[in-house]
């Protein structure tokens, strides 16, 4: 009886005006988007797209807000030191944080349910322990340079290191969710809830009269940080309770450092790639100098989050079809990925190179400067987007060695091309170096992509 009364109300359900509106909606996105695995991954790109899309948007008006309210000198103090965290908070998932999609993809696809119980304990110990290490050592570290009176912004360093161990559990779980393929879950928090956290503890403080300074708004960072990882926790808690249920656990910790180990690597100089820009200016020229910098150079950046959301969307679906071993389907998965990131990227930096010194003159008086900083990274990011997320297809297809040694080429060109023309051409010296480093890097993972895959992933063979 039980049956009958659910096919019954099944079928009065597909019969009312509710039900044939999601079938109209259900047979519309098949049409849209495909049907079976690639409407899945353009959904999920998709999905990831407007989650960095919206996150794009709020770091925008953070960024704004922040440097109207601090100034471009407490501004350029608040970027360097935050750019610590995102160093140190990174290196101390010990490659865990990236290893966790292709580890996680790989244990669900042979089913390992005992084995994944184990990396998800294990995992989350070893970053949470090595996290709160590297944290505590850079306290001590500040505080001793403060003491002996070496100059320096060692007390907002002491203050904003104690994110660290937030963000590095944050950056894991969201590895985890995205290998899941529970991508709304992987970005909301790092992307979405930290971003507007931080806004609105600044913002509070901002309304509240209280003078803002860099050390102030590490404080605001620090809280954002530790409610978005308690939030995140919950979320990845209620995804993974139907996927992973109670259950013995064992533990492959030798197949999961060998896999671990390379993406460290990689995520060091995929760090130096990013943020060593910011960290040379910030030394050899002013604090003015880096704000004004960094708001050129991320509002630029904002255009990443196309190579992102797609990279997000296919790294569950590469190692899933990598460990298939089915060619064909990898070929039309390059395609589909490098299609999706070349051309908004393209249609991003033109709009962007458009509106550009109206977008900088939002942060405020002098910051005009940094908009020929845009046009240098423009040409740099447009031509990393035409292999599209290179990064991703390497390492969720055993490419990971290859991609760190890309990966450790161009951050020591750019680290050697920083230090040599920031010091003669100042910010513009910089982004030189920067774009030099990125289209070194884009060419030699081209490269191995097409030896490891036989795949040409540049987007003039993806017409």
């Known amino acids: ?84 965290v995102l160093v140190t908070g990174a290196i101390a998932t010990v490659g865990l944080n990236i290893g966790a999609i292709r580890i996680v993809s790989e244990l669900r696809e042979k089913a390992a349910v005992a084995e994944l119980r184990g990396f998800l304990l294990s995992g989350r110990l070893v970053v949470a322990v090595v996290a709160g290490g590297v944290a505590a050592l850079a306290i001590a570290a500040a505080w001793h340079l403060a003491d002996r009176g070496v100059a320096g912004p060692w007390m907002t360093i002491a203050i904003i290191m104690l994110a660290v161990p937030a963000y590095s559990l944050t950056d894991l779980q969201d590895g985890i969710c995205r290998g899941c393929a529970r991508i709304g879950s992987a970005l909301v928090a790092p992307y979405i809830l930290r971003p507007l956290l931080i806004l609105g ?42 996927i992973v249920p109670v259950g013995p656990r ?93 051309w908004p990227s393209l249609g991003l ?12 003159a939002l942060f405020g008086p002098g910051f005009a400067a940094g908009y020929p900083v845009m046009c240098i990274l423009a040409v740099a990011i447009v031509g990393r987007a035409a292999i599209g997320p290179a990064e991703a297809l390497l390492n969720m297809t055993g490419g990971q060695r290859d991609c760190a040694r890309s990966l450790m080429i161009a951050a020591l060109a750019n680290i050697i091309l920083s230090v040599a023309l920031t010091p003669v051409l100042g910010i513009l010296g910089a982004a030189t170096a920067v774009s030099c480093a990125i289209l070194l890097g884009a060419w030699l993972n081209w490269r191995a992509i097409r030896r490891n895959l036989g795949i040409d992933a540049g987007i003039w063979a993806n017409r």
């Open 349 to 360: 930096a033109i709009l962007m190179l458009l509106s550009g010194k109206h977008l900088l």
């Open 1 to 84: 009886m039980n049956q009958s009364a659910t096919s019954n109300c099944a079928g009065m359900g597909q019969g009312t005006p509710g039900g044939r509106l999601l079938a109209l909606v259900r047979r519309l996105r098949t049409a849209i988007l495909g049907a079976g695995d690639r409407g899945a991954d353009r959904m999920n790109a998709l999905l990831a797209f407007g989650v960095r899309v919206t996150s794009a948007g709020i770091l925008f008006v953070s960024q704004v807000a922040l440097a109207r309210w601090m100034g471009p000198e407490q501004f350029g103090v608040y970027v360097y030191v935050w750019t610590l």
């Open 250 to 342: 064992t533990y492959d910790v030798p197949a999961w450092r060998a896999t671990a180990a390379p993406l460290m690597a990689m995520g060091i100089f995929d760090l130096a790639m990013q943020n060593i820009d910011v960290i040379v200016i910030s030394n050899l020229a002013s604090a003015t100098e880096a704000g004004i910098y960094f708001a050129g150079a991320k509002t630029m950046a904002l255009i990443l989050f196309v190579h992102y959301a797609v990279g997000s969307a296919m790294s569950n679906r590469f190692a899933a079809i990598a460990t298939r071993g089915d060619a064909d389907a990898m070929r039309a998965a390059v395609r589909d990925a490098v299609r999706w990131t070349f």
């Open 201 to 242: 503890g600044v913002g509070t403080l901002h309304l509240a009269g209280v003078g803002l300074d860099a050390s102030r708004a590490a404080m605001a960072a620090v809280v954002a940080t530790w409610i978005a990882w308690a939030l995140q926790t919950m979320i990845v808690a209620r995804e993974l309770r139907p």
